[in-house]
């Protein structure tokens, strides 16, 4: 999917993907609607992480009668499927990398030009949990978001 917020997944890659998200679906016994797809299909193409509204706006190009409650609907689908993440800071959503497997969302956000980068850190995850046990915290949300300036923006600086 498109993890690397700043650029657009080329048509190929988002057509494999948007097959994998079908497969996944049907192995877990739940079904991708015509309108989950297309809802998935958008974020695939986005070049960046988008909001319920803009999602709406681009569904409605080529489904008549699409309301948010269509949108917000897919979304907590996807959601649950493990085919896209939402991204809290922004109050937007983005298609995940590594839908075959429940995992923590692990995100690089620059403010500056909007790009979100997906990361996958087994040990972050770990570590995060086990801290979390260890303190008797129940996390009901799971997400890691760091805020910054990405090394485009930067000047390549580290």
């Known amino acids: 999917m498109s993890g690397q917020g700043g650029s ?6 988002c057509d494999a ?3 994998r998200a079908e497969q996944l679906c049907r192995s877990r016994g739940a079904r ?4 989950r797809r297309r809802v998935l299909e958008i974020l695939c193409r ?3 992480p988008l ?13 008549a009668g699409a309301r948010p409650t269509t949108v917000y609907r897919a979304l907590a ?3 649950e499927q493990g085919l896209v993440h939402r991204i809290e800071s922004l109050n937007a959503f983005l298609g995940c990398l590594h839908p075959e497997h429940p995992h923590l969302g692990q995100f690089l956000i620059c403010r500056r030009c ?3 980068q997906e990361l996958e850190d087994a040990g972050v995850e770990r570590d995060l949990g086990r801290m979390a046990r260890a303190s008797g915290f129940q996390p009901d949300l799971r997400v890691v978001e ?13």
């Open 51 to 63: 909001g319920a509204y803009e999602i709406l706006d681009r569904l409605q190009q080529d489904t």
């Open 46 to 48: 986005s070049r960046r």
């Open 114 to 116: 909007g790009r979100v």
């Open 146 to 158: 760091l805020l910054g300036r990405c090394s485009d923006c930067t000047g390549g600086r580290r």
């Open 77 to 79: 689908f996807l959601q």
């Open 17 to 19: 993907a948007l097959v």
């Open 32 to 35: 991708l609607t015509v309108q």
């Open 8 to 13: 657009s997944i080329d048509q190929a890659a």
